[in-house]
Nanobody
Framework: QVPLAESGGGSVQAGRSLRLSCAAS?????????LGWFRQVPAKEREGVAA????????YYAGSVEGRFTVSRDIAKNTLYLQMNSLQPEDTAMYFC????????????????????WGQGTQVTVSS
């Protein structure tokens, strides 16, 4: 069973919105410290976009998306969301959701190396 499965990517024009979803299997939904969204473009390192503490509900954002993106979670549906508004061409990337099942501090919440369970990604393309 795939632990994390992203959906909702697509191609949009700049200024539009998309909502990504990440469905988590029940086996992983109760043993995490953080759930996060990351993105990656070819030849660049994976970048932390947003993270949510599953223990206290706090959220964290990269400066480049703060105020435009919102991470949220539906516990009943075991689903993590990323609402992306005012999309820009520089938001074009493969987006991944991830879970951290080992403790990490808030300052590490956007560090991809601290996450050990990953989805396969969904492509977001924003045209100008």
């Amino acid at each position: 069973q795939v632990p994390l499965a992203e959906s909702g990517g697509g191609s949009v024009q700049a200024g539009r919105s998309l909502r990504l979803s990440c469905a988590a299997s029940a086996a992983y939904s109760y043993n995490t410290y953080y759930l996060g969204w990351f993105r990656q473009v070819p030849a660049k390192e994976r970048e932390g976009v947003a993270a949510l503490s599953t223990r206290v509900g706090a959220t964290y954002y990269a400066g480049s998306v703060e105020g435009r993106f919102t991470v949220s979670r539906d516990i009943a549906k075991n689903t993590l969301y990323l609402q992306m508004n005012s999309l820009q061409p520089e938001d074009t990337a493969m987006y991944f959701c991830a879970a951290a099942t080992r403790y990490l501090s808030p300052s590490q919440s956007l560090n991809s190396e601290r996450y050990n369970i990953w989805g396969q990604g969904t492509q977001v393309t924003v045209s100008s």
